[in-house]
């Protein structure tokens, strides 16, 4: 495997593990809001990390 | 030509496996062949029968576009990977249940309890979280209860309420339960778990002021400092000052639980919650990969019989024979009414096109039944004798270890008390017997493979990290139920008087988690004070409302199905439907007029009654005799009015098919109309 390979393939296995962490949560919110708000400022990091527990935790998510 | 050889071949290996494990009656076996049995299952499964039931019974339509898609906000509705979707959905269904229902199950035998979780999982469990999941989609991520309301009618969204909120209430009591036996008079195990409390704290402090949503550094720390707690209890354990102030009894150790989930479910979840869930999710998936790999490279040898003699409802752990107990018992590992609700919550919302729903619905669900036979693994590997030494209660067994372990070998398993000491040492603990609930016996077993796997000499810290990583998400388990408990109960209660509904105001905050508290804690309290162990009634009245819950969504299910038309599909939820109304009406039936006492709820409440009145009862047992008392007979009724719930449900059910295939008015279709994908995709780019 050529070494250009190897780079793109642990970046992708880099952004799979951020993504089920949720880090990369807020950069979707922002992408979201740059082109769907436009004009309007976005939640700050903090606001939104908040606004997602409350959102994650008012339901049914964790079984037995 | 190729493939179809190739999946010949698996049908002949998983044939040939299912045979071994089923026919072979030596001393041991190895567990190579349950994993390969079960690898085949899953893979037909997979391959053949959920690619059938997506394609012909759900008709997944991969240009209908998504909620996801068309509603995408950017915060709960965003289209996402697949995988990744794959592995929150999975996260959120995953819990201790399939871990402990199938070391409890093992009293029967590896083999009885093994065959359901294969079975029940592909043809049951994993059609129920995949349909549930792909009706939700359609409906723009509509819970359950909303979803029976909309599409059979008030009776079945009232009924779909009142059963969650009562399996809720039973679950957190039962894991309470497992918790606090786990903890009792182990300092290492209660320091450990104290441990956790303050470094979720930390670490939710962390993600929201120092550095806000980097949950993967976080989760890091919080990881490494949890590992340190585990080696940390063991000093503790070692002081004799510290040692006194954490050996504590099991009552003390309830109305900690009991304080700690109220507390829990008032505070704002970033501050203990959220954290302690990243936490409990790392470790789960780390956790259960760990196991898979460790049974994998040491190949462990099952000690216990195929069959064991309890299959005719004699067993120490629970009464009730084989049928139906068996599939009351193993519950979350087969099916799981609960992951209707979370197939119903926040996974349809991330769902970036229909056809991923079979991978993320039946392909979590079946990594969860793997998850239960490792669990039953685990439990079998060790030998028989020591298994039922842990798990008995002394109620049962006697309450000496000499009177414990001459009842246990009297029953052709072999035990000493010296092996139980030195085991008990081994593991750190000052002894082992009679700590039931399931997760001592499951953390030994799980302490065993993976010292051999990785570092012998590490026994006691390998047990106390698997009962560190029980106790962390049954902790979460804890709080998320109560918050929902709350939630629920809130709303029912804005009907009478409109500011209760109010989510964030104080006092119905207050007054619902303390209702919601006084409920679980009230059936945990008693669980600890009965001296046969709570677990044999916690466990079963469990089991009955978990597959209650199943039964109600299999019901949405199959009257959605016909309601569409598809009448001659209708098996593929109508089957495993009309199995768990035998089932669960079998075991209530069985639980409530039993004339054995370790069976009947009423015939031990009016054994101990006529044993009260006689006077014949130790001073300490006639202290709680009432209460005991009282408990088994509000449990008959519970268990009368978990299956009255069902029945009606599936009445609801049949009354509104009957009315779709006779062309007579029912509710309407309530799915979201068709948009083209491509039409989203399309002002997607444009904008």
Same mark, same amino acid.
């Given at each position: 495997m050529s070494m250009q390979r190897l780079t793109l393939w642990a970046a992708a296995a880099w952004n799979m593990i951020r993504s089920l962490?949720?880090?990369?949560?807020?950069?979707?919110?922002?992408?979201?809001h740059a082109h769907a708000h436009a004009g309007s400022p976005p939640m700050s990091r903090r606001a939104f990390y908040l606004q997602q527990q409350q959102c994650k935790w008012t339901g049914v998510s964790r079984c037995c | 030509m190729i493939r179809k050889a190739f999946w010949m071949l698996v049908a002949l290996v998983g044939a040939f496996a299912i045979g071994g494990i089923a026919i072979?009656?030596?001393?041991?076996?190895?567990?190579?062949?349950?994993?390969?049995?079960?690898?085949?299952?899953?893979?037909? +499964?997979?391959?053949?029968?959920? @690619?059938?039931? %997506?394609?012909?019974?759900?008709?997944?339509?991969?240009?209908?576009?998504?909620?996801?898609?068309?509603?995408?906000?950017?915060?709960?509705?965003?289209?996402?990977?697949?995988w990744i979707v794959f592995g929150h959905h999975f996260a959120a269904i995953a819990g201790p249940g399939p871990l402990i229902g199938p070391t409890l199950a093992a009293q029967f035998g590896y083999l009885p309890g093994t065959l359901w979780i294969l079975v029940g999982g592909v043809l049951g469990g994993c059609v129920q979280d995949m349909t549930i999941l792909f009706l939700s989609t359609r409906r723009n991520g509509r819970s359950l209860g909303q979803m029976a309301r909309d599409e059979l009618g008030p009776v079945g969204g009232f009924a779909a309420m009142l059963g969650t909120l009562t399996i809720m209430i039973?679950?957190?009591?039962?894991?309470?339960?497992?918790?606090?036996? @786990?903890?009792?008079?182990?300092?290492?195990?209660?320091?450990?778990?104290?441990?956790?409390?303050?470094?979720?704290?930390?670490?939710?402090?962390?993600?929201?002021?120092?550095?806000?949503?980097?949950?993967?550094? +976080?989760?890091?720390?919080? &990881?490494a400092l949890l590992l340190f707690a585990v080696v940390g209890g063991g000093w503790v354990d070692s002081h004799p000052a510290l040692r006194e102030l954490f050996n504590l009894e099991g009552k003390p150790l309830a109305w900690f639980v009991i304080g700690y989930g109220f507390i829990a479910a008032v505070l704002p979840v970033w501050l203990l919650l959220a954290p302690r869930d990243y936490?409990?999710?790392?470790?789960?998936? +780390?956790?259960?990969?760990?196991?898979?790999?460790?049974?994998?490279?040491?190949?462990?040898?099952?000690?216990?019989?195929?069959?064991?003699?309890?299959?005719?409802?004699?067993?120490?752990i629970f009464g009730g024979a084989l049928f139906p107990f068996v599939f009351i018992t193993i519950a979350c590992g087969a099916i799981s009414g609960f992951h209707a609700l979370v197939s119903s919550g926040t996974t349809p919302k991330l769902i970036g096109n229909e056809a991923d729903v079979r991978m993320i619905g039946y392909g979590s669900m079946m990594l969860e039944s793997a998850v239960a036979v490792m669990a039953m693994i685990a439990a079998t590997l060790l030998q028989p004798g020591v298994y039922f030494a842990i798990?008995?209660?002394? +109620?049962?067994?006697?309450?000496?270890?000499?009177?414990?372990?001459?009842?246990?070998?009297?029953?052709?398993?072999?035990?000493?008390?010296?092996?139980?000491?030195? &085991? %008990?040492?081994?593991?750190?603990?000052?002894?082992?017997?009679?700590?039931?609930?399931?997760?001592?016996?499951?953390?030994?077993?799980?302490?065993?493979?993976?010292?051999?796997?990785?570092?012998?000499?590490?026994?006691?810290?390998?047990?106390?990290?698997?009962?560190?990583?029980?106790?962390v998400f049954i902790l979460t388990t804890l709080d998320a139920g109560t918050r929902v408990g709350r939630f629920m109960l809130q709303d029912a209660l804005s009907h009478v008087w409109k500011p209760m509904g109010e989510t964030s105001w104080y006092p119905s905050v207050l007054i619902a988690s303390g209702l919601v508290v006084a409920g679980w804690g009230y059936f945990l309290y008693i669980g600890v004070v009965d001296p046969n162990g709570g677990i044999n009634i916690l466990w079963p009245l469990f089991g009955i409302a978990n597959q209650l819950l199943a039964g109600i969504a299999l019901c949405v299910a199959t009257g959605i199905l016909i309601k569409q038309g598809k009448l001659r599909y209708c098996w593929v939820t109508g089957a495993p439907l009309a199995w768990l109304a035998i089932v669960t009406t079998a075991?209530?039936?069985?639980?409530?007029?039993?004339?054995?006492?370790?069976?009947?709820?009423?015939?031990?409440?009016?054994?101990?009654?006529?044993?009260?009145?006689?006077?014949?009862?130790?001073?300490?047992?006639?202290?709680?005799?009432?209460?005991?008392?009282?408990?088994?007979?509000?449990?008959?009724?519970?268990?009368?009015?978990?299956? &009255?719930?069902?029945?009606?449900?599936?009445?609801?059910?049949?009354?509104?098919?009957?009315?779709?295939v006779r062309g007579q008015p029912v509710p309407p279709n309530s799915e979201a109309p068709h948009v083209d994908i491509n039409s989203i995709k399309i002002s997607a780019e444009a904008a």
């Open positions: 962490a949720t880090d990369d949560a807020y950069d979707k919110y922002l992408a979201h | 072979h009656r030596g001393e041991t076996i190895n567990a190579m062949w349950i994993v390969v049995a079960a690898i085949c299952v899953y893979s037909l +499964g997979y391959r053949f029968y959920s @690619a059938w039931v %997506a394609a012909k019974v759900l008709s997944v339509d991969p240009t209908r576009a998504t909620p996801a898609l068309r509603l995408n906000n950017g915060r709960d509705f965003v289209p996402t990977h697949r039973i679950l957190i009591a039962v894991l309470g339960l497992v918790v606090v036996n @786990a903890m009792k008079h182990s300092p290492w195990a209660t320091s450990t778990v104290f441990a956790t409390i303050p470094i979720a704290v930390l670490i939710g402090v962390y993600l929201r002021n120092i550095r806000p949503g980097r949950v993967l550094e +976080g989760s890091l720390i919080g &990881l936490l409990s999710t790392f470790l789960k998936l +780390g956790t259960v990969l760990l196991l898979a790999l460790a049974v994998i490279l040491m190949r462990p040898e099952i000690h216990m019989p195929a069959v064991t003699q309890f299959i005719d409802g004699t067993g120490p798990n008995s209660a002394p +109620g049962v067994v006697g309450a000496t270890a000499e009177a414990a372990v001459a009842t246990i070998t009297s029953w052709g398993f072999p035990v000493t008390v010296e092996q139980m000491q030195f &085991l %008990a040492k081994e593991m750190g603990e000052s002894t082992l017997f009679a700590r039931t609930g399931g997760a001592p016996s499951l953390a030994v077993g799980m302490a065993s493979i993976f010292s051999s796997a990785f570092g012998e000499s590490m026994l006691a810290i390998w047990y106390h990290f698997a009962i560190m990583f029980e106790a075991a209530t039936w069985e639980k409530v007029v039993s004339s054995d006492p370790r069976v009947g709820f009423l015939a031990a409440a009016d054994g101990l009654a006529a044993k009260l009145a006689a006077g014949t009862l130790p001073e300490a047992q006639a202290a709680v005799a009432p209460q005991l008392i009282f408990n088994q007979r509000l449990d008959a009724v519970l268990a009368v009015l978990l299956v &009255l719930i069902l029945w009606v449900v599936i009445a609801d059910m049949l009354r509104v098919s009957v009315r779709a």
